[in-house]
């Protein structure tokens, strides 16, 4: 049962990932439609 706690970390940090995406989605979304 030891990798379901990686594999919990794998995911948090995919998931951290994606929210930084797509808060850089915006952000230049943002500045091309300024």
């Not at 990798?3 to 970390?9: E, P």
């Not at 989605?25 to 500045?31: K, M, N, P, Q, S």
């Amino acid at each position: 049962m030891g990798n379901r706690s990686d594999c919990r970390g794998r995911w948090e940090e995919l998931t951290a990932r994606d929210t930084y995406l797509d808060g850089l989605r915006a952000l230049v979304g943002g500045l091309t439609r300024a």
